[in-house]
């Protein structure tokens, strides 16, 4: 099955600071890659999403690269501010099954 | 639009006792999953319903899980004898897809199981 690795497990950034969390996964066949953030006691909500046959894809201050190739992701948040504080997650799709990353949290600090 | 509805939002059991969760997923949505979240991971899939069908349960244990999706809308995940090792948070997410291309996952709230 797809195998899933994300980094860093924590970050910690000043305000108005960009932040970059990257992803590597292991099965070439995967071909949808979202980006979820999780707050406390909350489900974790889809805030950007990237399909194979595109190399980039921006929404606002956000931000997702994808190397096929390299078989990596990368999520960008561009001027933080204390309510990007959450916890992070990569995931892609293989066979029609999500698999996750471990999560990163990012704390914003003011 | 609403969003997927999760019942209850916590539940606190002793080990052997047995533990049901519901979810309604988003109006129109063919797909609906349930995951596990252990704490400090990411969501791990338990099974898939389109509509009312099993589509992939491949992780699910099932000597003590069972979930159903009858009339394909609501579902219900049930566990039976809880172990100390099914505490998590138990997420139900729901997607438009209905085969071929790739659409979005939406998770409701969750479900905390702590099992003493």
């Known amino acids: 099955g797809e195998n899933v690795e994300q980094h860093p497990s924590t970050l910690s950034v000043q305000e108005g600071d960009s932040a970059v969390i990257k992803c590597t996964y292991s099965?070439?066949?995967?071909?949808?890659f979202p980006w979820y953030k999780q707050e406390l006691g909350k489900g974790p909500q889809l805030i950007i999403d990237?399909?194979?046959?595109?190399g980039e894809k921006k929404d606002q201050r956000i931000a997702v690269t994808l190397n096929k190739t390299a078989k990596h992701f990368s999520l960008h948040i561009t001027e933080t501010q204390p309510e990007d504080s959450a916890v992070y997650f990569c995931?892609?799709?293989?066979?029609?099954?999500?698999?996750f990353g471990a999560g990163t949290t990012v704390t914003v600090r003011a | 639009e609403a969003g997927v509805a999760q019942s209850p939002r916590y539940k606190i059991i002793e080990k052997r006792q047995s533990v049901a969760f519901w979810c309604n997923p988003i109006?129109?949505?063919?797909?609906l999953y349930w995951y596990q979240q252990i704490l400090g991971q990411g969501p791990k899939l338990l099974i898939q319903?389109?509509?009312?069908?099993?589509?992939?349960d491949s992780q699910l244990p099932k000597d003590r899980f069972s979930a159903e999706r009858l009339k394909g809308v609501d579902s219900t995940l049930k566990i039976q004898p809880a172990k100390l090792e099914d505490s998590a948070v138990y997420l139900c997410?729901?997607?438009?897809?209905?085969?071929?291309?790739?659409?979005?996952?939406?998770f409701g709230p969750g479900t905390r199981l702590t099992v003493t």
């Open positions: 997410a729901s997607s438009p897809w209905t085969g071929g291309t790739v659409s979005e996952q939406y």
């Open positions: 099965d070439s066949a995967s071909n949808y």
């Open positions: 990237i399909r194979s046959n595109v």
């Open positions: 995931a892609a799709l293989n066979d029609y099954k999500l698999s």
């Open positions: 109006s129109g949505h063919a797909t």
């Open positions: 319903f389109q509509n009312n069908g099993v589509v992939d």
